[in-house]
């Protein structure tokens, strides 16, 4: 049986990624800091595949240590990690320069230093065992520099993608890298905004879109794709004042 290791896993994409891999056969280890929730997580996707396996560890992915602890605590109770998906991220954010420092440090803590925790833990254990797929999730808005509160987001996912690319160029024998563009898919992260964007999805529409990519092992998927394709080689190109206004 087949083992996927998803960060985050606790609520949004992370939780979704999590029933439908249980789904598809795969067993399944979950790490969060909100071990209540991966719990209530556990207990239905087993009450749903009663033969799946479903290990939770509570994880806060800032603390390196910790992360290499956990990883190797799957790695040790599966016997082997097949796929990790470094999925745990931040939305916090503000305009640089307006006195939000704290905010920003804390979303580009959490979604570069330890994303690069993360793919240290899971990069260690898949050149241990020669074979492994590494999955990033980044961000459509990663594709390019964002104005006021995302800029610090966007950079992150920028970083986290850069992260992926120089992997697969080292082209580590047996290990498959993988980066994951979502556009606007709603989840907890996004559920506080006053104007819901554009082309937004529903959890579970678009976190299909998310797990046929990386069964499908892409090197890079902008999902859903439509209209992310196009978008994304859109807003690559374009001027910045036109992308102001189609976000």
Known sequence: MSTVLITGASSGLGAEMARQFAALGYDLGLCARRT??????????????PDRVVSVKQLDV?????VFTVFDEFADEFGT???VIVNAGLGKGAPLGTGKHAANRETAVVNFLAALAQTEAAMKIF??????????ISSISGLRGMPKTLTTYAATKAGVAALAEGLRAEAVAGVD??????????????????HEPKFM?????????MVAAIEKRRA????????WVPLGYALRVLPSRVVRKML
């Open 220 to 227: 890079k998927a902008y999902v859903p794709s439509w209209p």
């Open 201 to 209: 999805v529903d959890t579970e529409t678009g976190v299909r879109a």
């Open 177 to 194: 890298v993988s980066v994951i563009y979502p556009g606007y898919i709603r989840s907890e992260m996004n559920d506080r905004i006053k």
């Open 81 to 83: 990690l097949d796929r």
């Open 62 to 66: 800032t603390d390196d240590t910790a």
């Open 127 to 136: 050149r241990a065992q020669g074979r492994g797929h590494l999955v990033m």
């Open 36 to 49: 209540e929730r991966l719990d209530e997580l556990r207990t239905e996707i087993l009450a749903e595949h």
